[in-house]
């Protein structure tokens, strides 16, 4: 026993990549379904989105790279359909250079499909260098941050944009953010000073960093990673019938997730469990 | 036929495994990968800021514009490559001055406003009220209730007063200090949770991709017959794979050392 649990210890880093790449893709392959709550974050996201009427405007700052893809993206689509559904209008810009490619053909996509038209119902501002720059210019003035749309129209001429020009002319401001500039920068330099109502969709690395603003209150809503995502779609799809949603990525990936997780904490346990055996033997 | 669809797949399946080939070992396969992601990540951000930014703010406003207060922000831009040369460089300091000035500004109010102040009110809760609506500890709503507010707020001090240096650190202190960093320690362990999550959610978004899970039912056109993308991607995943194992495999055996010569 104590032999094995030496060259436990002592295993190729590889196995356990191995491990962790079986624990992944077998549950891809025989799927199965695990229950999951939805946490108070979520669904006060939900909610707030929920209580918005047609006509209303939501500002979308679509900070996020192929790189947070997995996490972010489902709650983007989801946010969209909850959005597009109830009539609100859409006016959406990012931080990230390399945002455009990923999120301008999802948006244009969702639109469509809920027959709605550009720079009445939706616009796609672009993207716009600048930072915390460019964040604290949005809270005084979006028509100025970006004065061409994405397709090179003036913003101030769009009819989704009258009436709206500073970023508390919004009814919400959802900030979908990978990182740095996103959700903090937000938080810090516009969203108090204007009293702004805003969520957040982030990644989990960053979730714990943005605990604290919810339970400010400084953000109404806050769906954190994966999980954060596949609550969103649970609350959005459970009045469509099964046979109608679409894939749903986030909670088919929450399954894979549990699997992943249960993996890792066996290797924790026992690593530690090796350690402090083997401990004594190795002193002697 | 959708050669472009099939080059793009067999193209992100490569590109993938190529990335993840550096889980095995150091590789020319996985460089290669690597330089390339680095070379697109520029290119798309020197475009995206050319369009972006010198376009709508500097070259249309100068030239189309004629707007002559955008000589400013170019004249800044050109005494920034004052640094490159070493007789000139000191040129260079303007309009660093200027980019430091502004985000010290920036960052000051926003530090002060969002996370300050606010953060410092949050920071303690009123128990009568989180008794009220959540009583002791709410299982439903993650542990939240008045045990919750008294574990931040003892917390809090207790990390406080392990960082304070000015007192000496006899008993009372140093239990205080190890509950101090008992809530840190705790602190450190939830992040590397999220962190954990955050990792395995970019695996499983990769191996949807290489097992064609992100689009289940599109179909691939192949000459005169289709073919269901999943099954395709699957195929490729697998040749790619072989691929990159035999390739990596002899360029191994190719640079060890030769046994004979030593």
């Not at chain 1, 972010?72 to 209008?89: A, N």
């Not at chain 2, 490559?81 to 000051?108: C, M, N, S, Y």
Request: charged share 20%; glycine share 8%.
């Amino acid at each position: 026993m104590l032999d094995l649990l030496i060259r436990f210890q002592n295993m190729d880093r590889r196995w356990v990549f191995l491990g962790m790449a079986l624990a992944i893709v077998l549950p891809m392959l025989v799927p199965f379904s695990l229950p999951f709550k939805v946490d108070q974050r979520v669904q006060d996201l939900y909610d707030r989105v929920e209580a918005l009427e047609a006509g209303d405007t939501v500002y979308i700052s679509a900070d996020f790279d192929p790189g947070s893809r997995p996490e972010l993206e489902p709650f983007f689509r989801t946010h969209l359909h909850h959005l597009f559904r109830q009539d609100v209008r859409v006016v959406m810009g990012t931080l990230w250079a390399t945002a455009p490619p990923l999120v301008k053909p999802i948006l244009e996509d969702i639109a469509q499909e809920y027959g709605k038209e550009y720079g009445k119902d939706w616009t796609f501002l672009g993207y716009v260098e600048g930072k915390e720059l460019a964040i604290k210019s949005l809270g005084q003035s979006v028509r100025k941050t970006y004065p061409l749309d994405d397709r090179g129209n003036k913003t101030a001429d769009l009819a989704v944009m009258a009436g709206l020009d500073a970023m508390r002319d919004f009814d919400i401001l959802t900030s979908v953010s990978a990182g740095f500039p996103g959700t903090q920068a937000f938080v810090l330099q516009i969203q108090g000073q204007y009293n702004l109502e805003m969520a957040s969709a982030c990644t989990a690395v960053s979730a714990p960093d943005y605990i604290p603003y919810y339970q400010s209150g400084q953000l109404f809503g806050l769906s954190g990673g994966m999980p954060g995502s596949a609550q969103y779609e649970k609350l959005v799809y459970a009045s469509v019938p099964p046979e109608k949603r679409p894939r749903l990525p986030a909670t088919s990936g929450m399954n894979v997730l549990s699997i992943g997780h249960l993996y890792i904490i066996i290797l924790l346990l026992l690593g530690n469990l090796a350690f402090f055996l083997t401990r004594g033997g190795e002193e002697n | 036929m959708d050669l472009l669809a099939i080059t793009g797949l067999l193209l992100s399946i490569f590109l993938t495994l190529a990335i993840l080939s550096f889980l095995f070992d150091d590789n020319p396969i996985y460089k290669f990968a690597e330089h390339l992601f680095m070379g697109v990540g520029i290119g798309i951000g020197t475009i995206e800021i050319y369009y972006g930014v010198f376009q709508p703010k500097l070259i249309l406003p100068l030239l189309e514009e004629h707007r002559l207060l955008s000589i400013f922000p170019l004249l800044l831009l050109v005494l920034l490559f004052a640094k490159v040369t070493r007789k000139h460089q000191d040129w260079a300091r303007i309009p660093i001055a200027f980019i430091v000035a502004a985000f010290a500004g920036v960052k000051l109010t926003g530090e002060a406003n969002g996370r300050l102040l606010e953060q410092v009110r949050a920071s303690m809760p009123d128990l009568q009220q989180l008794y009220e609506t959540s009583g002791w500890w709410d299982w439903d709503n993650g542990g939240a209730g008045v045990i919750s507010g008294l574990v931040l707020v003892l917390g809090l001090c207790a990390c406080l007063l392990h960082f304070y240096f000015s007192a000496r650190h006899n008993r009372p202190m140093r239990t205080i200090s190890r509950i101090g960093i008992l809530t840190l320690m705790l602190s450190f362990g939830a992040s590397f949770g999220f962190t954990v999550m955050g990792r395995i959610s970019l695996a499983i978004g990769r191996a949807e991709a290489l097992l064609g899970l992100d689009q289940p039912n599109t179909l691939i056109q192949l000459g005169s017959m289709e073919v269901h993308r999943m099954t395709a991607t699957r195929w490729m995943t697998v040749g790619t794979l072989l691929l990159i194992i035999v390739s990596i495999a002899a360029l191994r055996r190719r640079t060890a050392p030769d046994s004979s010569t030593s």
